[in-house]
């Protein structure tokens, strides 16, 4: 049977590996590759250093061309199972179905965005998302109901 402290090492001896490669790579002006900056992250998450993982897990999604939108996807959404109010996660979403033209998707993604303004109060980057989705889609009974409301609405059009 293998010990924690053993399992534990190895992801240690794991990290450093990575992090000396990159370290190396750095020095060359040259950055690891998309699947060694994800590895790294999932290295970090069963460390349970989520902030880490985050970071890393940023620079994979970021590396990731267009024509691997799916891919990039699938690493923001792992930053979601970390911290589920990740704005930037949100935003590398949408950004990546927006350049795809899915557009269903695209709003299902602004209106969760959407919703953590909401939480956070920031009622003008809430306004801006909606806005954004009647744009895409002009019936979306969701932002006619924001917009119906006209609180917001008349707040930004007539500040007095």
């Given at each position: 049977m293998i010990s924690k402290s053993s399992k534990s090492d190895d992801i240690d001896i794991k990290i450093k590996e990575l992090m000396d490669k990159e370290y190396i790579k750095s020095l060359?002006?040259?950055?690891?590759?998309?699947?060694e900056y994800n590895l790294l992250g999932d290295l970090y998450l069963k460390k349970g250093d989520k902030k880490s993982a985050t970071k890393?897990?940023?620079?994979?999604?970021?590396?990731?061309?267009?024509?691997?939108?799916?891919?990039?996807?699938?690493?923001?959404?792992?930053i979601l199972n970390i911290y589920p109010s990740e704005i930037g996660a949100y935003e590398g979403?949408?950004?990546?179905?927006?350049?795809?033209?899915?557009v269903a998707e695209?709003?299902?993604?602004?209106?969760?965005?959407?919703?953590?303004?909401?939480?956070?109060?920031?009622?003008?980057k809430m306004t801006l998302?909606?806005?954004?989705?009647?744009?895409?889609?002009?019936?979306?009974?969701?932002?006619?109901?924001?917009?119906?409301?006209?609180?917001?609405?008349?707040?930004?059009?007539n500040p007095q």
């Amino acid at each position: 049977m293998i010990s924690k402290s053993s399992k534990s090492d190895d992801i240690d001896i794991k990290i450093k590996e990575l992090m000396d490669k990159e370290y190396i790579k750095s020095l060359n002006n040259r950055d690891l590759s998309s699947d060694e900056y994800n590895l790294l992250g999932d290295l970090y998450l069963k460390k349970g250093d989520k902030k880490s993982a985050t970071k890393y897990l940023y620079k994979a999604a970021k590396k990731l061309s267009l024509d691997q939108g799916n891919k990039a996807i699938a690493t923001y959404k792992k930053i979601l199972n970390i911290y589920p109010s990740e704005i930037g996660a949100y935003e590398g979403i949408i950004t990546i179905l927006h350049k795809e033209g899915l557009v269903a998707e695209q709003i299902k993604y602004l209106l969760l965005l959407a919703q953590l303004y909401q939480n956070k109060s920031d009622f003008t980057k809430m306004t801006l998302i909606f806005r954004k989705i009647q744009e895409l889609d002009p019936t979306n009974k969701t932002a006619e109901l924001f917009f119906s409301r006209g609180k917001i609405d008349k707040v930004i059009n007539n500040p007095q």
